[in-house]
T-cell receptor, first 112, second 115 residues
Framework: QQQVKQSPQSLIVQKGGISIINCAYE??????FPWYQQFPGKGPALLIA?????SEKKEGRFTISFNKSAKQFSLHIMDSQPGDSATYFC???????????FGTGTLLAVQP | DSGVTQTPKHLITATGQRVTLRCSPR?????VYWYQQSLDQGLQFLIQ???????AKGNILERFSAQQFPDLHSELNLSSLELGDSALYFC??????????????FGPGTRLLVL
């Protein structure tokens, strides 16, 4: 119940295209859903996060879509750029656990 | 730069040995988290300390232990090392106890190679 399932494992997108990464969770107690971006040789860094009281959050080219009934959330990267090439992790957490449960990561490559 | 520092950056050691990884959180952050990142396991939460006390535990082996000192820096001790312990170890910090609901700031990691 503590797992967060992430897909796809890897993704290749052309420059200017849309990158979509999906995550699913089981534990209905989760109420915080962040996405972290990790470049090679660096630690993960928060990209964008959503709480379940909204169905969508947009920050620039990055959008989180959240479906509470399906227990799924996704990251959309519009107009993908080569500089977006990185590993993306979804995560889920709640105040009850004090910790984040991370998905297994998606390696995104944006081809010029 | 997240403001979280980790030392050393790289560590090469032999099986059976013991190592200590060090982390300094962002200024003002009271919680420290340790994660292990390996190719096949992704980012696995190990343990959380808040203001010197252990507050949450994940998939941490008994051979591993951690502590947080009065100045809030933390150390992760790995003993009786095995080949499978080779991984990236990240430290993260956050302002409060509620690591499941707030941004965690990650350090650059320590890459451990056990030969």
């Amino acid at each position: 119940q503590q797992q967060v399932k992430q897909s796809p494992q890897s993704l290749i997108v052309q420059k200017g295209g849309i990158s979509i990464i999906n995550c699913a969770y089981e534990n209905t107690a989760f109420d915080y859903f962040p996405w972290y971006q990790q470049f090679p040789g660096k630690g993960p860094a928060l990209l964008i996060a959503i709480r379940p009281d909204v169905s969508e959050k947009k920050e620039g080219r990055f959008t989180i879509s959240f479906n509470k009934s399906a227990k799924q959330f996704s990251l959309h990267i519009m107009d993908s750029q080569p500089g977006d090439s990185a590993t993306y992790f979804c995560a889920a957490g709640s105040g009850a656990t004090n910790k984040l449960i991370f998905g297994t990561g998606t390696l995104l490559a944006v081809q010029p | 730069d997240s403001g979280v520092t980790q030392t050393p950056k790289h560590l090469i050691t032999a099986t059976g040995q013991r190592v200590t990884l060090r982390c300094s959180p962002r200024s003002g952050d009271l919680s420290v988290y340790w994660y292990q990142q390996s190719l096949d396991q992704g980012l696995q939460f190990l343990i959380q300390y808040y203001n010197g006390e252990e507050r949450a535990k994940g998939n941490i082996l008994e051979r591993f232990s951690a502590q947080q000192f009065p100045d809030l820096h933390s150390e992760l001790n790995l003993s009786s090392l095995e080949l499978g312990d080779s991984a990236l170890y990240f430290c993260a910090s956050s302002p409060t106890l509620a690591g499941g609901r707030e941004t965690q700031y990650f350090g650059p990691g320590t890459r451990l190679l056990v030969l």
